[in-house]
């Protein structure tokens, strides 16, 4: 509901915005430290490299259509096969959930002005950026990484792959890195800690459990990536032997370094997406979610147990029985949270009042398309049947089902869902519900005959096939439905955009949402709450009392914190009010730091070491310079 | 409310030390280090794990024409920088009392163990390097990375030494306690893994 | 400071509070990492040479990890009864302390099973031949 502006209410809401605003203009752009504009760097930044990841897909798909295939040769294959993965995963799907959807939402969900540190989160965007651009570099001169996407010595080692492309994957993905870690960071202890009071644990909305489970996942599954990347270039650049089974090293051990993060990797891509999918339910079958605390558990358990399943991906690589068995067992059970999620989303949407407009249509479709992903999934949890379907179609059709399927529907449903909140018009409602209906069938004709493809023995990552293998018309199926994929996904962006200039004025709360973002104006202020909100349940918007009370404060000027760039901070668990925080305004250095990170990796890279030390002295100064202005004098 | 203070206003020992006193959580910097110590205390774990999963594939190990590693210097270096932990201590101890020149000079003492600590550690590796290099094989390799991984981690704790005397000589704030604080932390880390890592490293000797 | 012991659930830092969550999480972790080194060092290709009997480890590991989950299952059905008529959402600490009952009472059961499953495969496979 709008908010009334009385006469004493309108000057401090004018206070509040003299000081929260930031300058105009691509400077404002470029210093921001505002968790919203952030956000939408972050959005647009992604949407580019989802794109860039989707004409990968598309050339994949032309060179398969027929056999013998001559869109592509096999070097460049691999190139476009293995940007195709790291393009997704690393610079569109989790920049787009954790650094876009999160950084947008998660302050307003908790009644926060802005993220813990502020200043960091516009540093995970720049160096998100670089590391981006840094990685697509590589494509220059036809030097991408071709070792796919989770590149496996011995294969990436410098004997068999001696130029640079592994460097600008190892190096590019440790930059990345750097950013993903830092997101996480500022997620766990703005969720800790900036809580608006009252707002408990078990009062805290289920999307900020997705993320929290997500962030916690992120720092302990990063640090083994990156042992894997710097061990890799210490063999590859320095001459060491970590991989070298010659000189007493071992291949499996990337893959166990690699799994270790690869398969929380896999959760940290999906967790997000269960968070979309509990905020959009409860607003659009009107209804609070069934077994809340069940929810919220099955999370976090999908998070932490994700730890325990990583050589599930190495059944079929000659470890002992006795080993494998503890993957085998762990992967069996750790389908019991998604199941126990499922249960409580179908529940709540059956036995609520559902209004099926275009953002729960992307959540059933990414319920049903969850639902047959996690079978196939569960299968692979028994050995033999792995050890026949390992790198075939098989697994293609899996991921697809739960990366496409699960990760990303919740995202564009989450698109159309808060489209209204950040821009303030509403979208096309018919093109939104028919941009669904094309995505959702184009998908299934792409990714369900790969099912068939890999029972019927093709294997994953061929640049072709000969014809007379019984593949032909299955991949023909696919390759068009991947066309008629994208078009469904071109929907969804022209939809977007022209509604973006022609949609009607959409109000602060169109849909009857629960959590605290649709309180405020669409889009919201720069300080997001004029009054810090009451808050005495997850679903804050359906308790009437506390926002009157908010409007009585607003007032009265209590909770309105209109000192400076102030927001309040909490105690951990009970969110009991503790201290007024004062936060950091725009500020040079993130972008500034990004580019000195640049430069250290591009040198490393060309085995310019003394230079990469100076470069690193200058990350001293720029970090220097950056806690030089402390916050109480920003 | 009225209870609740505006923390970052405080300067000066008195009004430090009151916010310390008054507030129930920790801060926010404070956790975010703590955090990112987690991460690369993982990190540490993945390089030891890494250590002894080459050890498992080995039969000989250090494997012929590589000595086991001598053991008396690494123990006593590694005893110099735990007790470089004492005065850190202390000194978050002084801070948090709101005493900034107390704090200052415990800082500066535990700065000069740790150099110390740092110089004696690297004449150990370059002496090291000379009988064996790290491209001889995996244990070479594992061997220094591990070292190499620990002792940039201490360099760059007493370039963060370096960076909070300057910000402490200029008077305490509660923006600068917390960095004392995390400081603390941070060789309270760096301690913990330094004995990790001598006990792998020396590990074929004991 | 009060005793650890002395800290009532109410407390937000209650250690029995926090065994019953995480009790059986970290036994279930402590059981799977060991487990898992201790097959690889057996099963490596010269991991005879410190002869470990492997299901003497299994056994003794998932009896310790199965007691201290059984435990903290216990510990949360205790908080959960102890919480009867109070909402989940409600205010702290009732509130927080009951949602966090029905958390560790759920999530035991599956480290449990997990826990049983391991120890059982690993006694009941051939050790030490490839999969």
């Not at chain 1, 940007?83 to 947008?104: D, K, Q």
């Not at chain 1, 750097?178 to 996480?184: G, H, N």
């Not at chain 3, 059986?24 to 009997?53: H, M, N």
Request: a neutral charge; glycine letters at 8%; hydrophobic letters at 55%.
């Amino acid at each position: 509901m709008a908010v009334a502006v009385p006469e004493a209410s309108r000057e401090r809401l004018e206070r509040l915005e003299r000081i929260w605003r930031e300058p105009p203009g691509v400077i404002g752009w470029i210093t921001t430290t505002n968790h919203k504009r952030i956000g939408i760097l972050y959005f647009f930044t992604a949407l580019a490299f989802f794109a860039a990841g989707g004409v990968e897909a598309l050339l994949i798909r032309t060179q398969l259509i027929g056999p013998n295939g001559t869109v592509l040769s096999p070097v460049e294959f691999n190139q476009v096969m293995t940007m195709h993965g790291v393009t997704m995963i690393f610079l569109f799907v989790i920049p787009m959930s954790a650094g876009a959807f999160g950084n947008y939402l998660l302050p307003l969900m908790i009644g926060a002005r802005d993220m813990a540190f502020p200043r960091m989160n516009a540093l995970s965007y720049w160096i998100y950026l670089c590391s981006g651009i840094f990685m697509y570099v590589s494509l220059l001169g036809g030097n991408a990484p071709n070792a796919g996407w989770f590149d496996y010595v011995p294969l990436a080692s410098k004997t068999f792959s001696p130029g640079p492309g592994i460097d600008f994957y190892a190096l590019g993905l440790l930059f990345n890195g750097i950013s993903t870690l830092a997101t996480a960071i500022n997620f766990i202890v703005t969720i800790f800690k900036l809580r608006a009071p009252g707002m408990s644990l078990n009062r805290m909305p289920l999307f900020c459990f997705a993320f929290l489970a997500v962030s916690f996942a992120l720092v302990f599954a990063l640090p083994a990536l990156n042992a894997a990347l710097i061990l890799l270039e210490l063999d590859r650049l320095l001459g060491f032997h970590f991989y070298d089974v010659f000189r007493g090293g071992d291949t499996i051990l990337w893959q166990n370094l690699f799994w270790i993060f690869g398969h929380p990797e896999v959760y940290i891509i999906i967790l997000p997406a269960f968070g979309i999918a509990t905020a959009i339910i409860p607003t659009f079958v009107r209804r609070r979610m069934v077994a809340f605390p069940l929810v919220a558990l099955a999370e976090i358990l999908v998070a932490l147990i994700g730890f325990g399943v990583w050589a599930h991906h190495m059944f079929a690589v000659g470890l002992s029985t006795i080993t494998t068995i503890y993957f085998a067992g762990v992967s069996l059970i750790i389908v019991i949270p998604s199941g126990i999620q499922l249960f409580s989303w179908i529940t709540t949407i059956v036995t609520g009042t559902p209004r099926f407009k275009t953002p729960l249509l992307w959540i059933i479709g990414f319920i049903i398309l969850f639902i047959l992903g996690g079978l196939s999934g569960v299968m692979f949890a028994a050995i033999p049947f792995d050890q026949q379907l390992t790198d075939t179609y098989f697994v293609v059709a899996h991921f697809h089902y739960v990366i496409f399927g699960a990760a990303v529907f919740p995202l564009l449903g989450g698109m159309y869902y808060w489209f209204p909140k950040v821009t303030g018009r509403m979208y096309h409602e018919r093109w939104g519900q028919a941009s669904f209906w094309l995505t959702f069938v184009g998908m299934n004709v792409t990714f369900f005959p790969m099912h068939i493809l890999g029972l019927d023995g093709m294997p994953r990552r061929d640049y072709t096939y000969s014809p007379g293998l019984g593949w032909t018309g299955l991949n023909l199926i696919e390759s068009l439905g991947a066309y008629l994929l994208a078009a469904g996904l071109g929907m969804v962006v022209v939809n977007l955009l022209v509604s973006l200039f022609r949609g009607e004025p959409a109000g602060a709360d169109p849909f009857g949402g629960d959590t605290l973002e649709w309180s405020t104006t669409s889009p919201p202020p720069e300080y997001n709450f004029p009054v810090i909100p009451t808050v005495s349940s997850p679903y804050p918007m359906w308790d009437e009392e506390d926002r009157e009370r908010d409007a009585a404060n607003l007032e009265r000027g209590e909770k309105v914190l209109e000192q400076g760039h102030e927001t309040p901070a909490s105690t951990l668990v009970d969110a009991e009010w503790d201290e007024i925080l004062e936060m950091p305004s725009g500020s040079p250095w993130p972008p500034l730091l990004a580019l000195a990170l640049a430069g250290v990796f591009a040198l490393v890279l060309l085995k310019q070491w003394l230079a990469a030390a100076i470069f690193i002295a200058l990350i001293a100064l720029v970090l220097v310079a950056w806690h030089a202005k402390e916050p109480a004098e920003a | 409310m009225g209870e609740v203070t505006r923390s970052m206003e405080a300067r000066g020992g008195g009004a430090v030390a009151a916010v310390e006193r008054q507030r129930r959580a920790q801060p926010s910097g404070w956790w975010g280090a703590l955090l990112l110590i987690a991460s690369e205390a993982a990190l540490f774990g993945c390089l030891i794990a890494t250590y002894f999963y080459l050890r498992f594939k080995s039969g000989t190990w250090p494997p012929d024409g590589i000595e086991k590693p001598s053991v008396t210097l690494p123990l006593v270096f590694t005893a110099m920088l735990l007790a470089g932990c004492l005065p850190v201590a202390a000194a978050v101890r002084a801070a948090k009392a709101g005493l900034a020149k107390r704090a200052w000079w415990l800082l500066a003492l535990a700065a000069a163990v740790q150099a110390t600590y740092l110089g004696l550690q690297i004449n150990l590796l370059v002496d090291n390097l000379d009988s064996f290099s790290p491209r001889v094989d995996a244990y070479a390799s594992a061997y220094y990375a591990l070292l190499g991984l620990h002792h940039a981690h201490v360099a760059i704790g007493l370039a963060f030494d370096l960076w909070v005397l300057a910000a402490l000589a200029r008077g305490l704030t509660a923006y600068r306690l917390t960095a004392v604080r995390i400081l603390g932390l941070y060789w309270y880390f760096v301690s913990a893994m330094a004995v990790l890592v001598v006990l792998t490293q020396l590990y074929p000797s004991l | 400071m009060r005793s650890p012991l002395s800290l009532s659930p109410e407390s937000p830092v209650s250690p029995l509070l926090w065994y019953g969550v995480l009790g059986s999480a970290v036994a279930w972790a402590l059981q799977f990492s060991s487990g898992y080194w201790i097959t690889e060092a057996q099963c490596s290709p010269t991991g005879g040479q410190w002869k470990i009997d492997v299901s003497a480890w299994t056994i003794a590991i998932g009896a310790v990890a199965l007691a201290v989950a059984i435990g903290s299952a216990a510990t949360a059905v205790t908080l959960f009864l102890r919480t009867s008529g109070v909402d989940s959402k409600g205010a702290p600490p009732a509130g927080r302390i009951r949602f966090l009952a029905i958390v560790g009472m759920t999530v035991a059961p599956l480290f449990i099973a997990m826990i049983v499953m391991t120890t059982v495969g690993v006694l009941v496979l051939q050790p030490c031949s490839q999969s």
